[in-house]
């Protein structure tokens, strides 16, 4: 398994919620406690994934990356997004023979999910690029299929492909975006489906708005062990993040 930072990113959250709902999550949060999954759609994420850090026995095995704990498998490689501006992580990137699984973890209300209102920005933002997009019943529930054009380098017209799944656990959301050949081969996508299914999400206590981005850091060994500036042994030198991330 490789680790490394990607060396750009556009800021990917969701747009800011308004006031009102923030005040209603500042509130929720202050009563305390996780929310309660007792609708279909929660018991649904209980037996499927994934899953609350209060819903694992034990971290242990567990990548630490803050807000999301990963589990690691052979063949996995994983790159944090780093904001430019702000030098904040943003998102990790999960490759996978040859397919990648890009995550973002986000503050919810406790009452209300969010995947609904967040599938119809994404359909909209990808037909104001000239792209489409495509509704399915996915592994995860609703899921949307995009295509937007793009240009080979040898000058032909194109598209790329990007498949985006999302779910709404207790006071988070968490979403999923599938590139490469898996955003369109449901046989290729077997093993970054598991990935997902296997995340962990740690909401944290603090009151915050709704559609927050959730904060990602670096394992605290690759920190340490990257102090000079130079990558630890067995961490990928950094990259860019796949351009799909430009999709809001």
Do not use: C
Request: proline share 6%.
């Amino acid at each position: 398994m490789f680790f490394g930072r990607g060396k750009k990113s556009k800021d990917v959250r969701p747009d800011a919620a308004d006031q009102d709902t923030a005040d209603r999550d500042e509130a929720a949060a202050a009563d305390g406690g996780a929310a309660e999954t007792t609708t279909a759609k929660g018991d649904f994420r209980v037996a499927k994934g994934p899953w609350d850090v209060s819903e694992i026995d034990s971290q242990e095995g567990y990548l630490d990356l803050g807000a999301l704990l990963i589990q690691p498998v052979e063949g996995l490689q994983l790159r944090l997004e780093v904001e430019e501006a702000s030098q904040r992580v943003v998102a990790v990137t999960m490759d996978l023979h040859g397919s990648s699984l890009q995550l973002q973890a986000f503050a919810a209300p406790r009452s209300e999910g969010l995947w609904g209102e967040i599938r119809e920005q994404i359909a909209e933002s990808v037909a104001s690029q000239g792209g489409e997009t495509e509704e399915i019943d996915g592994t995860f529930g609703p899921e949307l299929v995009a295509k937007l054009p793009s240009e080979t380098a040898q000058g032909l017209q194109g598209f790329r492909a990007a498949r985006f799944m999302g779910v709404d656990g207790p006071r988070w959301f968490l979403r999923g975006v599938i590139g490469g050949a898996a955003a369109l081969e449901r046989d290729q996508a077997a093993g970054l489906e598991e990935l997902f299914r296997r995340v962990v999400v740690v909401r944290g206590d603090n009151p915050m708005p709704p559609r927050e981005l959730l904060q990602l850091r670096l394992p605290k060994d690759a920190v340490a062990a990257g102090q000079d500036g130079t990558p630890a042994p067995g961490l990928a030198q950094p990259e860019r993040g796949p351009e799909i991330t430009e999709i809001g």
